[in-house]
């Protein structure tokens, strides 16, 4: 009687396993073999040279072979190849969980439609807020004393484009699709009272509200006539916290 388990995973399968280093072990065999199988033998070498796509299978097959072979499920190709053909950004916890039985819950096929809709960036901020909950904010404006008309001076500003090295109308960009994906919800008009981090924030970009104090001050803006900073936070959905829980490692160094 044929072994349930697949060791052999293909030669294509088998060869890039070696270039990077890893062992073609029966748990790798048992979760991936008839999803290799199904992927182009020409093209699958390709999507393993970015050295982040190396670095993220590699996460995902050192993680795999500390799981006990009982609890190995074979991996659902709608969901496996998605992640394979995005490999360069995704960390390989939805592959790791799919292929884990007492974790597969976690993973549904809508999951694979937002990692689609997903820029590289809004993965590395996805990694980010791993065990967040709320993301400050803050947006300098120029408003008139005497009544609420008033105009934007700058993007909504997180601690997100220090962290990320990241241009702050790249992160509300970037922030705002996570919002239309569902993962984060933007509380505008409403704000936390922990006011240490909102000061934070202010002085982590108090070069712009100088510029922007000058601007108003010299009438560039009239009639709005005084600087104010709104304050707001956006916070992570339930069904955020569910994909970012599907999608990240607990062990990422």
Known sequence: MDSPIKVDITDSANEIIKQLALPATAQI?????????????????????????????????????????????EVEPEIAIPIIEKLSYTSNQELANASNSDKVDLIHPGFIEKINNMAPDEARIINHLKGITDLYYIVFRAKNSNNSTYHDLSYKLTHLCSELTLEPQRVSIHLENLVSLSVLQDNVGAFKIDESTYDKLINQYSDSKQIYELQVNNKKFMPLDTLVIEKSFYS??????????????NDVP
């Open 29 to 73: 065999g048992q979760a991936l073999g008839n999803v290799f199988g199904l992927v182009n033998t020409i093209t699958l070498p390709i999507k393993f040279c970015n050295v982040y796509a190396q670095r993220n299978f590699a996460k995902y097959c050192n993680k795999l072979n500390k799981t006990p072979i009982d609890k190995i499920k």
């Open 236 to 249: 992570v959905t339930n069904l955020g916290r569910v994909f970012i829980d599907a999608c990240t490692f």
